[in-house]
C-alpha cells in the first residue's frame, strides 16, 4: 500500500508554472520526516530537486530548480508542495515525493542525495512541451 501519494503533474508550456502535491495516505505523518522531491526523466539517472527539513522547514534545493522551485510544508494538512515556475523542456521527468531523517545535501555543488529514503511515493509526469 502506497504511503505517499503526488498530484498536480501534468504538460504544460515552457515558462508555465505547475504546483505538485504530496500527500500521507491514510494520515501517514509527514510532518515527522524530511520530505524530498526527486525526479527521473527518460534514459537518465535519478537526481534530487529539493527538500524540506524536520523541525524547523529548512529548504534545499538543486543548483538546476534553484530560484525557479519552492518547496513548502502545511503541517495542518500533513503536505508538502513543489512550485514550479518557469519550466524548461529539461524539468520534464517523473517527480517522486519521498521521506528521510534529514535533507541530504551537499552544499559544494548544491547536490541533494537519496541514500537516506525510506519510502517513496510512486511518482508522477511532469511534461514541459510546446
Known amino acids: 500500500q502506497e504511503q505517499l501519494e503526488e498530484s498536480g503533474g501534468g504538460l504544460v508550456q515552457p515558462g508555465g508554472s505547475l504546483r505538485l502535491s504530496c500527500a500521507g495516505v491514510s494520515g501517514y505523518p509527514l510532518n515527522y520526516y524530511a520530505i524530498g522531491w526527486f525526479r527521473q526523466a527518460p534514459g537518465k539517472e535519478r537526481e534530487g530537486v529539493a527538500c524540506i527539513s524536520v523541525g524547523d522547514d529548512s529548504t534545499y534545493y538543486d543548483a538546476s530548480v534553484k530560484g525557479r522551485f519552492t518547496i513548502s510544508r502545511d503541517k495542518a494538512k500533513n503536505m508538502v508542495f513543489l512550485q514550479m515556475n518557469s519550466l524548461k523542456p529539461e524539468d520534464t521527468a517523473v517527480y517522486h515525493c519521498?521521506?528521510?531523517?534529514?535533507?541530504?545535501?551537499?552544499?559544494?555543488?548544491?547536490?541533494?542525495?537519496?541514500?537516506?529514503?525510506?519510502?517513496w511515493g510512486k511518482g508522477i509526469l511532469v511534461t514541459v512541451s510546446s
Open positions: 519521498a521521506t528521510d531523517s534529514a535533507c541530504r545535501y551537499r552544499s559544494e555543488d548544491s547536490k541533494l542525495w537519496d541514500y537516506g529514503v525510506d519510502i
